[in-house]
């Protein structure tokens, strides 16, 4: 007896659902999340990374600026080179110096001077100088000189009469010891005012100069006749009196 054959049952008509896809019918859950992109939040940029950034550009801005500032010194130094001008003292004569026994003390100096100007290219305009002459820190004579102008290669005489009158003296002063003693006194001679330079047509702001003459020595006349300082040896420098804050340098 034949065996009879059995056909295979017959495969579902549909496609098969593959495990990453939703069945049908799908839920809307599954419709609205199905292959939607995965939110992932982006790092900020932190607010030192900021400082960092705006530090470095400050440098270079300030490295810059002072490279520029450079060059235009070497090439203004080139084509001027520029000096200092130079100040002497040419004759001090003491025409009263009384210390009463109630230490106060009057004073009258003739003081003549000279300023030069070594350069060929450079201008200075003076403002009025103040002057003043101190022993031992003790402030002995004050006075001014008129404002003036040093054109290129001049040479200007500078002209004062300073005098204090009535200057309370401490008993114990290095000054009334030296008066009794020696009957001279070593003397500073200060100069303070402005300067403005021109170099061409060019008018630089005004700045403030300190000159200081030191190694003066003068006597103490004893009567009407006026005395002539030792100023042989006097040196005079010139300092800028720049003024940074609440500091003068």
């Given at each position: 007896m034949a065996e009879k054959v059995y056909p295979a049952s017959k495969p579902s008509a549909g496609p098969t659902p593959s495990a990453g896809n939703p069945s049908f019918p799908a839920s809307k859950a599954q419709l609205y999340n199905h292959n939607r992109p995965v939110y992932r939040p982006q790092p900020r940029r932190s607010r030192r990374s900021c400082c960092c950034s705006l530090c470095l550009w400050l440098t270079c801005i300030i490295i810059i600026l002072l490279l520029l500032i450079a060059v235009a010194s070497g090439v203004v130094y080139v084509l001027y080179r520029p000096h200092r001008p130079t100040f002497a003292v040419a004759s001090l004569h003491v025409t009263q110096f009384n210390l009463t026994s109630s230490n106060k003390l009057t004073t009258n100096f003739n003081f003549t001077g000279s300023a030069r100007n070594p350069n060929k290219k450079i201008t200075f305009d003076y403002d009025p100088v103040t002057v003043s002459f101190k022993s031992d820190d003790v402030n002995v004579g004050d006075g001014t000189i008129a404002a003036f102008t040093m054109p290129k290669k001049n040479t200007t005489m500078l002209r004062t009469v300073t005098s204090v009158n009535g200057v309370s003296v401490d008993?114990?002063?290095?000054?009334?010891?030296?008066?009794?003693?020696?009957?001279?006194?070593?003397?500073?001679?200060?100069?303070?005012?402005?300067?403005?330079?021109?170099?061409?047509?060019?008018?630089?702001?005004?700045?403030?100069?300190?000159?200081?003459?030191?190694?003066?020595?003068?006597?103490?006349?004893?009567?009407?006749?006026?005395?002539?300082?030792?100023?042989?040896?006097?040196?005079?420098?010139?300092?800028?009196?720049?003024?940074?804050?609440?500091?003068?340098?």
């Open positions: 008993d114990n002063s290095q000054l009334k010891s030296d008066l009794k003693s020696k009957k001279s006194l070593q003397l500073r001679i200060q100069l303070d005012t402005k300067v403005k330079v021109k170099i061409g047509s060019i008018k630089a702001k005004k700045l403030p100069i300190r000159v200081t003459c030191d190694g003066i020595k003068a006597a103490v006349p004893t009567g009407k006749t006026a005395t002539a300082a030792t100023v042989s040896d006097a040196k005079c420098k010139v300092d800028l009196r720049i003024k940074i804050w609440k500091w003068t340098i």
